[in-house]
């Protein structure tokens, strides 16, 4: 059974930084790719950033282009996501996704609060 568990949300300023953790339970994460999605109060989940297996190719949306960062540790079968400059509308919900076996898999989520 596949469990994703993320962590590391929580309230920061404009400007500010925080890293956040995705964690899979019970198997090794090398073999797929992990992505990153969140979704706002009243909005859609959106994807934001992704990162491939075999060879870690990087892909993110407009709006945190620049600012974010996924990365992955295969061997601790865990995905990061180092946000930085942080601005309001970047408060939403985080979710880290990954496919394996054609099913889409989530973890609960971690609140990621960016006010003054």
């Known amino acids: 059974q596949v469990q994703l568990v993320e962590s590391g949300g929580g309230w920061v300023q404009p400007g500010g930084s925080l890293r956040l953790s995705c964690v899979a339970s019970?198997?090794?994460?090398?073999?797929?790719?992990m992505r990153w999605y969140r979704q706002a109060p009243g909005k859609e989940r959106e994807w934001i950033a992704s990162?491939?297996?075999?060879?870690?190719?990087?892909d993110y949306d407009d709006s945190v282009k620049g600012r974010f960062t996924i990365s992955r540790d295969n061997a601790r079968s865990t995905a990061y996501l180092q946000m930085n400059k942080l601005k309001p509308e970047d408060t939403a919900r985080y979710y880290c996704?990954?496919?394996?076996?054609?099913?889409?898999?989530w973890g609960q989520g971690t609140q990621v609060t960016v006010s003054s």
């Open positions: 019970t198997f090794t994460i090398s073999a797929y790719a």
């Open positions: 996704n990954m496919i394996k076996d054609s099913v889409n898999y």
């Open positions: 990162m491939s297996s075999v060879f870690g190719v990087t």
